[in-house]
T-cell receptor, first 112, second 113 residues
Framework: AQSVTQLDSQVPVFEEAPVELRCNYS??????LFWYVQYPNQGLQLLLK??????LVKGINGFEAEFNKSQTSFHLRKPSVHISDTAEYFC??????????FGAGTRLTVKP | EADIYQTPRYLVIGTGKKITLECSQT?????MYWYQQDPGMELHLIHY???????EKGDLSSESTVSRIRTEHFPLTLESARPSHTSQYLC????????????FGAGSRLTVL
């Protein structure tokens, strides 16, 4: 079975600063990797996904993530955050045709 | 525009009441899921279905039940609600291809007094 660890439960940053949200996974086989965002009182929305190919994946709202197989990581980055990026971010992993495992989430708070 | 719909979005009820949370998707997905999420906490899988007449319990034990009589519909029922059932319930679906991308509904926030 696979598992996901999000290393930071809360990340406060100032507006226009860069941010990195860290995610590590464990699995003995190849996996798919995902980042979801959850705004207050909403469901989860897919930010980006890594299925295969280039290890740098670009998503919506200016976010990107890099798959690092040797370090089993899939960190999410944005070079300049906005107030509207304040949300909960979930990293997730799944094996081919298997169900998804989610991390505990990272609350990103962007301050003016 | 959402392709997976959950109703009600918010529900406040008294202890002992029976409630059903509705979930419908228009994408023809075979696989559907219910997650429970307490405020600021991770998601816990409580039920899933791989197709019509197929339902399974998830990782987190739940007193709720589900049914899957039609592909597009996956309701969750609590026969007798208790304050410990207060939570957000998220419905999701995906197709049977290898891509594994889950599509989520907006959630149903249940408060049991």
């Amino acid at each position: 079975a696979q598992s996901v660890t999000q290393l930071d439960s809360q990340v406060p940053v100032f507006e226009e600063a860069p941010v990195e949200l860290r995610c590590n996974y464990s699995s003995s086989v190849s996996v798919y990797l995902f980042w979801y965002v959850q705004y207050p009182n909403q469901g989860l929305q897919l930010l980006l996904k890594y299925l295969s190919g280039s290890t740098l994946v670009k998503g919506i709202n200016g976010f990107e993530a890099e798959f690092n197989k040797s370090q089993t990581s899939f960190h999410l980055r944005k070079p300049s955050v906005h107030i509207s990026d304040t949300a909960e971010y979930f990293c997730a992993v799944s094996r081919i045709n298997n169900d998804m495992s989610f991390g505990a989430g990272t609350r990103l708070t962007v301050k003016p | 525009e959402a392709d997976i719909y959950q109703t009600p979005r918010y529900l406040v009820i008294g202890t002992g009441k029976k409630i059903t949370l509705e979930c419908s998707q228009t994408m023809g997905h075979d696989k559907m899921y219910w997650y429970q999420q307490d405020p600021g906490m991770e998601l816990h899988l409580i039920h899933y279905s791989y197709g019509v007449n197929s339902t399974e319990k998830g990782d987190l034990s739940s007193e709720s039940t589900v049914s899957r009589i039609r592909t597009e519909h996956f309701p969750l029922t609590l026969e007798s609600a208790r304050p410990s059932h207060t939570s957000q319930y998220l419905c999701a679906s995906r197709d049977s291809s290898g891509a594994n991308v889950l599509t989520f509904g907006a959630g149903s926030r249940l408060t049991v007094l």
